[in-house]
């Protein structure tokens, strides 16, 4: 119970990062809120991270920089798939 909760924890503290790096190397205009970027961001810290265990680079000396470059891969598509989704409905 305790590391779901922490994973859930770390990967909101991770959204607050990958969020707006994810919206801002993606393309174009995104008409989405803050809330939603960092949830999209929090959801591409816990994929990406379990992507990056399942591929055995999960866990490294150091920085994960390949875990992270997965992560903000993630958050980029994320961003297109949430913008896409929310569109304009007026």
Same mark, same amino acid.
């Given at each position: 119970?305790?590391?779901? /909760? =922490? *994973? &859930?924890?770390? +990967? ?6 990958? $969020?707006?790096?994810?919206? %801002? @190397?993606?393309? !174009? ?5 803050? /809330? =939603? *970027? &960092?949830?999209? +961001? ?6 990406? $991270?379990?992507?990056?265990? %399942? @591929?055995?680079? !999960? ?32």
């Amino acid at each position: 119970m305790g590391t779901i /909760i =922490g *994973t &859930i924890i770390g +990967g909101l503290i991770m959204g607050l990062i990958l $969020g707006p790096i994810g919206r %801002l @190397l993606r393309p !174009g205009k995104q008409d989405i809120s803050l /809330i =939603g *970027t &960092i949830l999209v +961001g929090a959801g591409a810290a816990i994929l990406g $991270g379990f992507v990056a265990s %399942l @591929l055995g680079v !999960g866990n490294t000396a150091g920085i994960d920089w390949i875990k992270l470059m997965i992560q903000i891969v993630f958050a980029v598509i994320g961003i297109g798939l949430f913008a896409g989704a929310s569109g304009n409905r007026r």
